[in-house]
């Protein structure tokens, strides 16, 4: 159906950056919205910032300011650009397309997950 495929994780000091994408593809027929949600250990998943087809974005009231969730509709690609990283953001980021895979059914889809840590 969808598929997902993030990259951009890695290590980062407290202050620092990073940018994560995730580019879907397979059966897509129309994408309703794309966005990021992450998993600490220990903890339920959350979300953290999400942009729909229309262009509106929600964020996590932890993430706002320093977070920023775009699109490129063209290349069906969400990039989550991270300023300010804080430890408390480690956690393992996914992505998420809720997307028409025919003209009558959608579905939530998720990538693998990548590993964001940040050491206090």
């Known amino acids: 159906q969808v598929q997902l495929v993030e990259s951009g994780g890695g290590l980062v000091q407290a202050g620092g950056s990073l940018t994560l994408s995730c580019a879907a593809s397979?059966?897509?027929?129309?994408?309703?919205?794309m966005g990021w949600y992450r998993q600490a250990p220990g903890k339920q998943r959350e979300l953290v910032a999400t942009?729909?087809?229309?262009?509106?974005?929600n964020y996590a009231d932890s993430v706002k300011g320093r977070f920023t969730i775009s699109r490129d509709n063209a290349k069906n690609t969400v990039y989550l650009q991270m300023n300010n990283l804080k430890p408390e953001d480690t956690a393992v980021y996914y992505c998420?397309?809720?997307?028409?895979?025919?003209?009558?059914?959608?579905?939530?889809?998720w990538g693998q997950g990548t590993q964001v840590t940040v050491p206090s």
């Open positions: 942009k729909n087809s229309g262009g509106g974005t």
């Open positions: 397979g059966s897509i027929f129309r994408i309703i919205a």
């Open positions: 998420n397309s809720r997307a028409y895979y025919n003209v009558h059914q959608w579905d939530d889809f």
